[in-house]
């Protein structure tokens, strides 16, 4: 019987699934054949991800 079961669950929350991406992708750099991970959602690997370091924004830090 499945008449009852949204009557209240053990389980609070949602479970998601991982992402995942497609598989066999490899680095987008063309000297390199490195294999993606299908849950990188980057198209390069490791090695040659750009680096993108956060925003700073331009606040001073006041000296005590
Ligand atoms: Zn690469």
């Known amino acids: 019987m499945v008449a009852n079961t949204l009557g209240g669950s053990q389980l609070r929350g949602k479970i998601r699934p991982s992402r995942t991406y497609a598989a066999g992708r490899v680095c987008q750099r063309n000297s390199c054949s490195t294999k993606l991970s299908i849950y990188n959602r980057r ?7 750009p680096i993108k370091f956060p925003r700073v924004r331009g606040r001073i830090v006041p000296e005590v």
């Open 43 to 49: 198209e390069h690997c490791n090695i040659h991800a």
